[in-house]
């Protein structure tokens, strides 16, 4: 695409990624950047949460910080897995619903990826469902 | 490529006049296409026809090339093939598909045996994807199918003709070109059996397949090296010609043979870790398994059923045999039952059970027998939806399903929140019941559909006729809401308890909303068999059929199967309790059996047991002898389970046919009530208790006890509500330790998760 929306889709857990896979692959180590910075916010909120319940604590982080050039929005699993989406601010077609259901998607395809008993936890995904599903979100996506 | 170190039996000008005319050399590798051009050209040479461009078209019937593969060739081969991965299948220019399974090498040397009598087998193995009806597509499959080619009997069922058109429409044959890959990779048949075998143990190197689809005598000897695979790979040719993923039967029976070595249940799941371990056997690559895992565990559960480890199995042989691993499962590798009861996902078992149509039904196998009070909700939502099928299939214009949307899952891991079907007003139709039954009107209540429903459900709440629900109904209610029960004696027993309750004092005992008709059968099991225990050991009026029922299974922890129909219920029960309370005189346990009566009246016909009234006093007499035998009968047969016969009064059915086929709780209750109404006079009280019928349904109202005109019904009742209120209690402990147990086992699950993180910081 010629202004290809940076998707950039990262799983991270004890925040070293386990996956991490964007659009406009030229540009991935910063993604990777923003990402790692990202964490950070996403730990804030997740502490900020307190004591409460896990239940009570929504896994959609939301939009974690916008920036002049992109915005990132946050997930986290009851397993504190977490999920960072960068998006392309020039996107202003993504609404937070649709980044949910983004959300959701990729939880789910990563919870059926830990089903699979060859995967060991913390090891990067390889699964090609998994793959597939992201690379289907993202073309959806730009 | 291997294809240089194929020794041709040519001079070595010749060969470099073919490479050059194939065009290899200027490509500077050999592309299929090359490969092809290059072995008719072999075949040219070897016939002793000059090497031209357009001999290649001109020259017919050509013998096949013959071939002189050292070993180290195959080896080197296999070596090649072998690198190639998952991606293999367009890559197979050139290379010799990799025979199938590790022992390759080995197959080296058997193939090199096998390459001299190759002869048309050679030949054909190019030719053939020109000529085989080309399932191009998956390379894998159709390797397969060409491997089964082969091994049928001999060459000579080889489609591949004879050379010489064999090779004219080869440069159409790119997209066959896969196919010729599979064939040289298609021994997979053979060899899965040969694979499996080594799995157990070393991979027998000897019983690989011949490595070019060479002719079947190779792969026949190949076999019958291998031991006690030639069964198998026959069965493997035979069927896969369709169908290059399909399970044989022998393979299946082989499959299920080894499945039956891990998990000797053949409904029976294998647990991932023991698939993991025995998959991790075959040698293949951890990313392939995982791979193969995620295409074969269907319902991604963590665990294998008998198909799916079939599929997965099969899987594995393909891949071993070289056959690269597809996308997608292929068809007739699912699963072909997807045992919905037996997957782990609890949320499918509410389904399960509601839909069963039988309240009776214990929750699915994987949901928690535990009734709890916490847990009521979850079941009460299970068996509001049992509930629900029930006002669906009695189609009662009143029974206009609609479920609770407050409900809040009890459990809130679970995201499933079994709609909880609102009671349309089950003290209302209570109310019509009664007013029915007041107007003198024949005990049947054919009105509304409902009561047929009621009747339905009736015939499992008989049970709980005996429960007393004077005026304790409320906290019985409570206490019977809580339960989990799935069937629908249970329901009946919250219907008892709801309606209890509701007419009694406290609306919410324990359930959120005010404990409406419980359709769960865990609260009304529970309850209703504590309560029925009690009230018929206790009050001894109770039939004698003590609800025996073991405290309800909990429906699966339902959210709130009970807010729905509770609320309803509460409604009605008040309603029926109202009425009851309104003549405490009335044997307060009448009412139960009044709604039992009632709903087993409504089950055997509309036939009104009102007969009943006379039984007042002795309602666990009543569901025998009362009147209405219909409905007692019913109830007889159909309340077989812990809701005792008791309320077979046929008073009390009388009663609850004018109940709606609500959810269960609130048939106790009505019943309860109906039969109070039953015993009581009918005329004033009826008319007293339509009144109080609507004030109770409104509110929990206090069941009037105005009347003290039998201060013995009026210390009975008292009696019976505080038997019940000892039962409501101890169910209530019960419950409590079962919740404590479940949270311990969470927090241990948690814990275990956590462990699973060591490096999570959070």
């Known amino acids: 695409m010629a202004v290809p929306l940076p998707g950039d889709k990262t799983v991270v857990a004890q925040n070293y990624p386990l996956y991490i896979r964007s659009v406009p692959t030229e540009s991935e180590l910063k993604f990777h950047y923003m990402v790692h910075t990202s964490l950070d916010v996403v730990d804030e909120k997740i502490s900020a949460m307190g004591k409460a319940l896990v239940d009570q604590r929504e896994l959609y982080l939301g939009l974690l910080y916008p920036t002049e050039d992109y915005k990132v929005y946050g997930y986290v699993t009851n397993s504190k897995v977490k999920f960072v989406m960068v998006v392309d601010s020039s996107n202003t077609a993504l609404r937070d619903n649709e980044i949910r259901s983004m959300f959701r998607k990729l939880h789910n395809s990563y919870t059926d990826v830990m089903c699979n008993p060859f995967y060991n936890p913390g090891d990067r995904i390889q699964s090609r469902a998994f793959d597939s599903m992201v690379t289907s979100m993202m073309v959806q996506v730009c | ?762």
């Open chain 2, 1 to 762: 490529m291997y294809m240089v170190s194929i020794d041709v039996t040519l001079f070595n000008d010749s060969w470099l006049l073919i490479m050059q005319l194939c065009g290899a050399k200027r490509l500077g590798y050999f592309g299929r296409s090359q490969f092809y051009i290059a072995l008719k050209l072999v075949a040219v040479a070897q016939s002793g026809f000059p090497l031209r461009v357009e001999s290649i078209n001109t020259v017919k019937d050509l013998p096949l090339p013959r071939f002189v593969a050292s070993k180290n060739e195959q080896e080197s081969r296999h070596a090649a093939s072998y690198s190639s991965d998952s991606e293999n299948q367009g890559s197979y220019s050139g290379v010799i598909p990799p025979p199938p399974g590790r022992g390759q090498v080995k197959k080296g040397s058997i193939s090199h045996d096998t390459v001299q009598p190759r002869t048309s087998a050679d030949q054909q193995e190019p030719a053939s994807p020109v000529v085989s009806p080309q399932q191009s597509p998956p390379a894998s499959p159709h390797t397969w199918r060409k491997h089964n080619r082969h091994p049928s009997g001999g060459n000579s069922e080889r489609p591949l003709a004879g050379p010489g058109p064999f090779w004219a429409p080869f440069g159409e044959a790119q997209s066959g070109s896969s196919a010729g890959d599979a064939v040289w990779s298609g021994h997979s048949p053979p060899p899965p059996q040969e694979n499996w075998v080594s799995f157990a143990d070393t991979p027998p190197t000897s019983t690989l397949l011949t490595m070019h689809p060479a002719s079947v005598q190779d792969q026949t000897t190949v076999r019958t090296v291998a031991s006690a695979t030639t069964a198998n790979e026959i069965r493997r040719q035979s069927s896969s010609y369709d169908d290059p993923w399909k399970i044989t039967d022998e393979q299946r029976q082989y499959y299920v043979n080894q499945f039956k070595t891990i998990q000797p249940d053949l409904n029976g799941f294998i647990p991932g870790s023991a698939a993991k371990e025995f998959f991790t056997k075959s040698k293949l690559p951890i990313l392939e398994l995982s791979h193969i895992w995620e295409l074969s565990d269907f319902d991604k559960d963590g665990a294998l059923t008998l198909d799916e480890f079939c599929a997965a199995f099969h899987l594995v042989v393909a891949r071993k045999n070289g056959y690269d691993l597809p996308e997608k499962l292929p068809e007739s590798l699912m699963p072909k039952l997807i045992d919905l009861e037996d997957t782990a996902d609890v949320g499918d078992q509410p389904g399960e059970v509601g839909y069963s149509g039988s309240p009776a039904e214990a929750p699915p196998s994987k949901s928690p027998s535990m009734p709890s009070l916490n847990q009521t909700w979850p079941e009460l939502n299970q068996s509001s939806e049992q509930w629900e099928t029930f006002s669906e299939r009695s189609s009662s214009s009143q029974t206009l399903t609609q479920f609770d949307s407050n409900i809040a899952p009890a459990d809130p891991d679970t995201a499933i929140v079994h709609p909880v079907p609102i009671r349309m007003t089950p003290s209302k139709i209570h109310m019509q019941e009664m007013e029915l039954k007041r107007t003198g009107s024949d005990h049947t209540n054919p009105t509304s559909p409902l009561l047929v429903k009621t009747s339905d459900l009736s015939e499992e709440n008989k049970i709980n006729s005996s429960v007393k629900f004077a005026s304790g109904n409320t906290v019985a209610d409570g206490y019977s809401s809580s339960d989990s029960f799935t069937s629908d004696p249970e329901q009946i027993g919250n219907n008892v308890t709801r309606q209890r309750s509701h007419s009694g004092t406290s609306p919410d005992n324990t359930a959120p909303p005010p404990p409406p008709p419980r359709p769960q059968p865990s609260h009304s099991r529970s309850s209703s068999l504590d309560m029925n225990r009690t009230f018929s050991v206790t009050t001894g009026q109770q039939q004698a059929g003590v609800v025996a029922q073991p405290p309800a299974v909990p429906p699966r922890p339902q959210p709130s199967q009970a807010p729905g129909p509770v609320v309803h219920r509460p409604v009605d029960a008040d309603g029926l309790i109202t009425h009851t309370s309104t003549s405490p005189q009335q044997i307060p346990e009448q009412p139960n059996f009044a709604d039992f009566s009632q709903f087993e009246v409504f089950a055997a016909s509309n036939v009104n047991e009102e007969q009943d009234d006379e039984a007042e006093k002795h309602p666990e007499v009543l569901p025998v002898e009362k009147a209405s035998d219909p409905a007692s009968s019913l109830r007889v047969a159909k309340t077989d389970s812990k809701m005792e016969e008791k309320t077979a009064a046929s008073a009390p059915a009388n009663v609850s046919k004018g109940t709606t086929p609500l959810a269960p709780p609130p048939k106790p209750v009505r019943r309860r009530l109906k039969s109070e109404d039953e015993l009581r006079p009918e005329v004033d009280e009826h008319t007293q208790k339509t009144g109080v019928l609507a004030a109770v349904l409104a509110s929990q109202p206090s069941i009037p006890r105005s009347v003290g005109k039998d201060k013995k019904a009026i210390q009975a009742s008292i009696r019976r509500n505080k038997e019940t209120n000892t039962v409501l209690a101890r169910l209530n402990s019960e419950l409590q330790q079962q919740l404590k147990d479940v949270l311990e086992e969470r927090i241990s699950l948690e814990v275990q998760l956590e462990q699973l993180r060591p490096f999570s910081h959070l």
